[in-house]
């Protein structure tokens, strides 16, 4: 196993990680794009049936998170200084795909994007977010 798969696998096993039911499933460097498979436990659904919205921002906010640290070789982690997220469509418990991608990266800023679907890729949330690029904790 490369340091890179062995670094990812080591974070996704983290506490809140696992809360979300974190799986890697790919990046593809050209694009700076990572997918992360999510399971939405049926603790997180309110009474209105769907996951709660905080929760949302969070499997948003992880997908494009782990998109610039990817990005940056495990050197860096972003620091958000905002994040502005949309819900399309309820989302339910079970398994989640997200797709998180940096669209542009600055010496003291970055935009990041990232994507919520259901198996059957159905867009259900989106985010963008503006980070500091910031050293790794760990690395």
């Known amino acids: ?19 979300l039911g974190v799986e890697f499933d790919s990046f593809d460097r050209e694009r700076e794009e990572i997918t992360l498979r999510f399971r939405a436990p049926d603790s997180f659904i309110t009474p209105r049936g769907s996951v709660q919205g905080g929760l949302i921002a969070e499997f948003l906010d992880e997908v494009m998170g782990w998109a610039h640290v990817w990005a940056t070789d495990h050197a860096e982690a972003p620091l958000n200084l905002d994040i502005n997220m949309t819900i399309l469509k309820p989302v339910l418990a079970g398994a989640l795909v997200g797709k998180g991608r940096v669209i542009r990266r ?7 994007e990232g994507e919520l679907f259901d198996p059957a890729g159905t867009l259900l949330a989106r985010a963008t977010s503006t980070a500091i690029p910031t050293p790794r904790p760990g690395s």
């Not at 196993?1 to 696992?18: K, V």
């Not at 600055?106 to 990041?112: H, K, N, S």
């Open 106 to 112: 600055g010496r003291r800023a970055i935009f990041l």
């Open 1 to 19: 196993m490369s340091e890179a798969a062995h670094t990812q696998r080591h974070a996704l096993n983290a506490a809140h990680a696992e809360l």
